[in-house]
Protein backbone atom coordinates (compact mmCIF):
# COMPACT_ATOMS: atom_id res chain seq x y z
CA UNK A 1 0.00 0.00 0.00
CA UNK A 2 1.43 3.26 -1.01
CA UNK A 3 1.20 6.43 1.01
CA UNK A 4 0.37 10.29 -0.37
CA UNK A 5 3.71 12.01 0.04
CA UNK A 6 3.41 14.53 2.67
CA UNK A 7 6.13 17.02 3.19
CA UNK A 8 7.77 18.08 6.15
CA UNK A 9 8.33 16.11 9.41
CA UNK A 10 4.59 15.15 10.01
CA UNK A 11 4.88 12.97 6.94
CA UNK A 12 5.44 9.44 9.35
CA UNK A 13 2.39 10.55 11.25
CA UNK A 14 0.48 11.17 8.41
CA UNK A 15 1.25 7.85 6.51
CA UNK A 16 0.39 5.71 9.95
CA UNK A 17 -2.68 7.59 9.85
CA UNK A 18 -3.60 7.19 6.48
CA UNK A 19 -2.80 3.38 7.46
CA UNK A 20 -4.51 2.80 9.83
CA UNK A 21 -7.89 4.45 8.73
CA UNK A 22 -7.48 1.88 5.45
CA UNK A 23 -7.44 -1.34 8.05
CA UNK A 24 -9.79 0.16 10.17
CA UNK A 25 -11.99 -0.05 7.57
CA UNK A 26 -12.03 -3.68 6.32
CA UNK A 27 -10.41 -6.55 7.09
CA UNK A 28 -8.83 -8.68 4.29
CA UNK A 29 -9.56 -12.79 5.19
CA UNK A 30 -7.39 -14.73 3.51
CA UNK A 31 -6.68 -16.19 0.05
CA UNK A 32 -9.76 -18.94 -0.66
CA UNK A 33 -11.04 -20.22 -3.95
CA UNK A 34 -14.33 -19.49 -5.40
CA UNK A 35 -16.56 -22.09 -7.02
CA UNK A 36 -14.73 -21.09 -10.44
CA UNK A 37 -11.61 -21.94 -9.33
CA UNK A 38 -10.82 -17.88 -9.10
CA UNK A 39 -8.53 -16.85 -6.15
CA UNK A 40 -11.41 -14.55 -3.97
CA UNK A 41 -10.94 -12.39 -0.92
CA UNK A 42 -13.95 -11.75 1.46
CA UNK A 43 -14.12 -8.41 3.34
CA UNK A 44 -16.24 -7.80 6.72
CA UNK A 45 -18.08 -4.78 8.35
CA UNK A 46 -16.09 -3.51 10.83
CA UNK A 47 -18.90 -4.20 13.88
CA UNK A 48 -17.88 -7.87 13.49
CA UNK A 49 -13.78 -6.67 13.63
CA UNK A 50 -13.61 -6.61 17.34
CA UNK A 51 -16.13 -9.48 17.95
CA UNK A 52 -13.41 -11.72 15.72
CA UNK A 53 -10.81 -10.01 17.60
CA UNK A 54 -12.15 -10.93 20.85
CA UNK A 55 -12.84 -14.31 19.85
CA UNK A 56 -9.61 -15.14 18.49
CA UNK A 57 -7.57 -13.57 21.76
CA UNK A 58 -9.34 -16.21 24.40
CA UNK A 59 -8.90 -19.05 22.12
CA UNK A 60 -5.19 -18.08 21.51
CA UNK A 61 -4.71 -16.91 24.96
CA UNK A 62 -7.17 -18.47 27.31
CA UNK A 63 -6.44 -16.94 30.75
CA UNK A 64 -5.49 -18.42 34.40
CA UNK A 65 -8.88 -18.84 35.15
CA UNK A 66 -9.52 -21.05 32.00
CA UNK A 67 -6.18 -23.08 33.30
CA UNK A 68 -7.51 -23.56 36.51
CA UNK A 69 -11.35 -24.76 35.65
CA UNK A 70 -9.44 -27.04 33.57
CA UNK A 71 -6.58 -27.92 36.27
CA UNK A 72 -9.80 -28.23 38.24
CA UNK A 73 -11.63 -30.70 35.95
CA UNK A 74 -7.98 -33.10 35.84
CA UNK A 75 -7.18 -32.87 39.13
CA UNK A 76 -8.77 -31.22 41.50
CA UNK A 77 -6.70 -28.34 40.98
CA UNK A 78 -3.92 -30.28 42.26
CA UNK A 79 -0.88 -28.92 41.06
CA UNK A 80 1.68 -31.52 42.02
CA UNK A 81 -0.35 -34.75 41.62
CA UNK A 82 0.87 -37.68 41.11
CA UNK A 83 -1.63 -40.51 41.54
CA UNK A 84 0.50 -43.29 39.82
CA UNK A 85 -1.27 -43.29 36.53
CA UNK A 86 1.44 -41.98 34.25
CA UNK A 87 -0.24 -37.99 34.28
CA UNK A 88 1.01 -35.61 36.22
CA UNK A 89 0.38 -32.29 37.71
CA UNK A 90 -2.43 -30.16 37.77
CA UNK A 91 -3.07 -30.46 33.73
CA UNK A 92 -2.44 -34.36 34.33
CA UNK A 93 0.64 -34.44 31.29
CA UNK A 94 2.10 -37.65 30.09
CA UNK A 95 5.79 -37.96 30.62
CA UNK A 96 6.55 -38.02 26.70
CA UNK A 97 4.42 -34.98 26.27
CA UNK A 98 5.77 -33.07 29.66
CA UNK A 99 9.25 -33.18 28.28
CA UNK A 100 8.35 -32.88 24.45
CA UNK A 101 6.20 -29.37 24.62
CA UNK A 102 9.93 -28.79 27.07
CA UNK A 103 8.39 -29.07 30.19
CA UNK A 104 11.94 -30.95 31.33
CA UNK A 105 13.80 -27.54 31.28
CA UNK A 106 11.59 -27.06 34.24
CA UNK A 107 11.39 -30.78 36.24
CA UNK A 108 11.35 -34.19 35.38
CA UNK A 109 7.60 -34.50 35.95
CA UNK A 110 5.20 -31.64 35.92
CA UNK A 111 3.41 -32.17 39.31
CA UNK A 112 7.21 -31.28 40.50
CA UNK A 113 6.68 -28.23 38.39
CA UNK A 114 5.23 -24.75 39.67
CA UNK A 115 1.74 -23.90 38.56
CA UNK A 116 2.81 -21.31 35.93
CA UNK A 117 5.47 -23.64 34.74
CA UNK A 118 2.80 -26.45 34.43
CA UNK A 119 0.80 -23.81 32.37
CA UNK A 120 3.77 -22.57 30.11
CA UNK A 121 3.72 -26.13 28.74
CA UNK A 122 0.28 -25.77 28.38
CA UNK A 123 0.17 -23.61 26.39
CA UNK A 124 3.06 -25.07 23.80
CA UNK A 125 0.89 -28.24 23.81
CA UNK A 126 -3.02 -26.45 23.20
CA UNK A 127 -1.24 -24.34 20.59
CA UNK A 128 -0.09 -27.55 18.97
CA UNK A 129 -2.97 -29.97 19.48
CA UNK A 130 -5.48 -27.56 20.27
CA UNK A 131 -8.12 -28.43 23.58
CA UNK A 132 -8.57 -32.16 22.39
CA UNK A 133 -5.07 -32.56 24.02
CA UNK A 134 -7.61 -32.66 27.50
CA UNK A 135 -10.51 -34.40 25.52
CA UNK A 136 -12.77 -34.96 28.67
CA UNK A 137 -12.37 -32.08 30.33
CA UNK A 138 -12.35 -29.35 27.28
CA UNK A 139 -15.29 -31.02 25.88
CA UNK A 140 -17.49 -30.72 29.19
CA UNK A 141 -16.18 -27.39 29.77
CA UNK A 142 -16.67 -26.01 26.46
CA UNK A 143 -13.23 -25.20 25.39
CA UNK A 144 -12.94 -26.94 22.06
CA UNK A 145 -15.70 -23.90 20.94
CA UNK A 146 -13.23 -21.02 21.98
Same mark, same amino acid.
Given at each position: MSSRHVPGPSRGRASRTLLATALSAVVLLPWGHGAAGAATQA??????????AATAHKSQFPNIKTWNRLAQCESGRRWHINTG? @? %?? #? =?????????? @? %?? #? =?????YAHRASKV?????????????????????SQKLGLGKQ
Open positions: AIPEASISERN @G %YY #G =GLQFSSPTWR @G %YG #G =GKFANEQIKTARKVRQSQGWGAWPHC
